[in-house]
């Protein structure tokens, strides 16, 4: 794997960690100046902390174990958005991080000083690193006693300022490792609060669904049972979760209104899936048959168009809204709509195909899932009443949390554990669609293995999955799609701040950070 970044100035600072100018990052070091640094301390549930050995090669301490991620960071104002590309670039994982403390220390390494004004950051996950050997060797999980152990007896294979850190900061690290596990952050992330409020959304839209659908049960007992599995709410609401929250953000919550906007999306959802089951030819969704599995390709088209003019229906059932607001909901989910459909049009162009761009790929998945989480967050926004620039900022949230959103999904094959999810491992290689970590990984191999890569594609049973997952994580593929999750989620961040702090602006920044995860 080739590098990605090399930072090459420094932030200036004063005693106080002002920032007073930029420098060479050698000039810096060799002055010395003071100047502003990070060290990521990353944990896992067990508590066990990630180490990393410098490679050899590194201006100083080559060699030695440390902490998680070390560096500086290049803007004055995005320390933590800073750090968590870092942590990406060099050890290859995300995880939302949080300010501990702050330090200054100064000493002399070799040649060279170190004169740092460092903040130390502290983030949980249990992902495994995909390390990057121009900046790591290797790479370890040991817990924090076992660490103050080793540094008593091989004090030197390790760096100074994590030996500082250690034999100064010990307990504030052990307390937050000791507060994560009781707490068992690792697995709640945002809180069981926020977790009741889905399910009750969840209930609210099933009642609505139900209430305005399944009218008429004189109908043939095979038709009803095809319409029920039709409109069944099997996901998370994740959008519906949304709405809600961007429209508590603004004003109390008329729950009657906004459990029928957020049935009609949540039909709409559905009926994109049941129609996207149809052209993937898939046979199972979340463990269960597809539509077109269970009934046949016909009734599945028909009953997709009997959603969607449901879905519009709903919309006509809003009580206390003014005609005004029900035009404007209506015509921003109608855009998200005919995105949605220009999106999937323009993802045939990406089937088995490698000779698209880093852009094209980008404005697909604004159009297939981007806009759809806009339109969510402004209605949420209307329904409350909100100016027109509050609707806009949240239509902005959405836009960016939807790109972070889908390029995750893109990732799910090389991060995650699919015993935990829903999503088929091999969905977009049986569907052969060139997502853009595969794009990425094409884009840096020789011809060899750009041919290996596409006969895969192409179907060819000699080349085996393994082959292909390996020569992605060759490459710098996988981290430069984490980096632009990092860019967007925290574009998203940046605009909740601008809203006063509630629950609503909390579990909003919660979701945002499970991008992270």
Known sequence: MKNINSFNSVILVDENDNAIGICDKQKAHKTPCLHRAFSIFVFNRKGKLLLQKRNENKYHSGGLWTNTCCSHPQSDSELIQNATIRLVEEMGIICPLEHLFSFCYKTKLENLYEYEYDHVLIGFTDSMPHINKFEVSEWKWESLKSI?????????????????????????LQDEVDRFIANSKLNTVHNEDLYIKQINLQKKIE????????????????????????????????RSLILYLCNKLINDVNMNDLSYVAASIELMQNASLIHDDIIDNAETRRDDETINKKYGTNTAIINGDYVIFNSYNILSCLSNKSKNQTLRILKVLNKAYIDMSLGLRMEEKIINNFSFGENYYITLIERKTASFFASVCASGA????????????????????????????????????????TKDIDADIKNKLVTLPYLYCYNELNEQNQLLMRYYFEDNHDVKPDQIYSLVNSTTAINRCLILIVEYVYKALNILKTFNDSSAKHDLKQLTLKLLK
């Open 207 to 238: 009642q609505v669904i139900h209430k305005e659908l399944i009218t008429d049960y004189s109908l043939p007992k095979e038709l009803i049972k095809s319409i029920e599995d039709s409109i069944k709410i099997n996901g998370k609401c994740k």
């Open 382 to 421: 209307i329904l409350a009443n909100a100016s027109e620039d509050d609707t806009l900022l949240l239509q902005q949230f959405g836009y960016f949390y939807g790109l972070a959103y889908q390029i995750r999904d893109d990732l799910m094959p090389f991060i995650s554990d699919y015993s935990k999810t």
């Open 148 to 172: 103050k152990d080793q540094l008593i007896t091989n004090s030197d294979q390790y760096t100074y300022w994590f030996k500082y850190i250690i034999d100064n900061y010990f307990d504030i």
